[in-house]
């Protein structure tokens, strides 16, 4: 299938692009480079043997959305195009409902323009808010989001939900993803924000390699078996493979659906950083600060949905998520070494 990534150059839709090619399918990735390095189709094409389609757009300018969709014969959308940074969308709401609520209005138009009208969405465990119980269920309410980035999600799961109402013949399917870590066991794709990392694993690999002196832990008060944020934790490999996953379902099966992607575990912040010492077999010093606000104590996923939907379920634990974050941390750290002499 000629399936378009928007955002496919980012850091989930880059390990979707492999799983997908690795599957037969052809990836086209759209993606406009705000938070992305061009030189990810040369990693892809390492890794995979073939280099995919990519197109520079952005997916506010619509048509260049309808003429791409016609143009490379597409079948279907996975639209992982969006700002994501929690922080930021306090401070730039604007700069959010922009790129995520127009872009998606935009691409949406122009897949009803080309009468593509199958569509994969990157939603967030974020729309459920503050969990009543856990695991979280999709039948579970979603709750109150505490930044735009989240109200973003939330709000596009309902125009979503919208329209599959108002013309039955959309399929849309919104994955809620729960904390997605990790990178290619290669080593060559992976997450390396720009400047000083939101999230905690990009965080705790910097400490390990002494990028960064120390992690700060938010909050060691909560009502947790250690007192920290616990998180389900998924491999980014598990994460992309459940996009190929629901990618049949999404052609034979008209409607909306949520459907979570984790592995329906939790692990402690300070779990996190006893497997990631466990893993590269070095210190990471932490020190106690106040909690962040707007995180909740502790969620995790009820993923039996995506089994039963999609025959999908999570195959890595913990240590390879920490030794492909280690791997990829180390060949970043080479590279800048490299860049720098
Ligand atoms: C996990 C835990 C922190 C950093 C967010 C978004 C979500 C998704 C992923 C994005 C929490 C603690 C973190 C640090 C710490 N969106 N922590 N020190 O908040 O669960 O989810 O990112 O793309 O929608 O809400 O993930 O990795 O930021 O935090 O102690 O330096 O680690 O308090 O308990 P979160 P996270």
Same mark, same amino acid.
């Given at each position: ?12 839709? $880059? ?288 993923? $039996? ?35 720098? $002499?």
């Amino acid at each position: 299938m000629r399936v378009l990534l928007t955002g496919g150059m980012g850091f989930i839709g $880059s390990h979707t692009a492999v799983v997908l090619q690795e599957g037969g399918h052809e990836p086209v990735l759209y993606d406009n480079l705000s938070n992305a390095d061009r030189a990810v189709t040369g990693r892809i094409e390492q890794i995979t043997g073939k280099a995919p389609k990519f197109i520079e757009g952005d997916i506010r300018d619509q048509a260049r959305m309808e003429e791409v969709l016609r143009d490379e014969k597409i079948d279907a959308v996975i639209h992982f195009a969006g700002l994501k940074a929690v922080g930021e969308s306090v401070v730039k709401p604007l700069e959010y409902y922009d790129n995520n609520i127009i872009g998606t209005l935009r691409l949406l138009e122009a897949m009803r323009a080309t009468g593509v009208k199958r569509l994969i969405f990157s939603s967030s465990s974020t729309v459920y808010g503050t969990p009543q119980s856990l695991p979280l269920r999709e039948s579970d309410p979603t709750g109150e989001a505490t930044n735009p980035y989240g109200r973003t999600k939330l709000q596009i799961e309902e125009i979503l939900s919208d329209l599959c109402r108002a013309d039955p013949t959309w399929s849309c399917i919104c994955l809620r993803y729960f904390n997605p870590i990790g990178a290619h066991p290669s080593g060559l794709i992976g997450e390396d924000p720009n400047g000083i990392p939101n999230n905690l694993m990009p965080y705790v690999a910097r400490v390990a390699s002494g990028r960064l002196p120390v992690l700060n832990v938010f909050g060691n008060d909560y009502d947790t078996p250690d007192g920290t944020g616990v998180r389900d934790f998924i491999h980014v490999m598990d994460l992309a493979r459940g996009h190929a996953a629901a990618l049949p379902y999404c052609m034979s099966h008209e409607g909306w659906k949520a459907v979570n992607l984790g592995c329906g575990r939790g692990y402690s912040v300070l779990e996190i950083v006893a497997a990631f010492e466990k893993a590269s077999g070095r210190k990471v010093p932490v020190n106690f600060a106040p909690r962040r606000a707007g995180d909740i104590a502790a969620n995790w996923a009820d993923p $039996s949905l995506a089994r039963e939907l999609f025959g999908w379920e999570a195959q890595c634990n913990i240590e390879d998520m920490c030794r492909d974050g280690w791997n990829f941390e180390q060949h970043r750290a080479a590279e800048l070494a490299q860049k720098q $002499s």
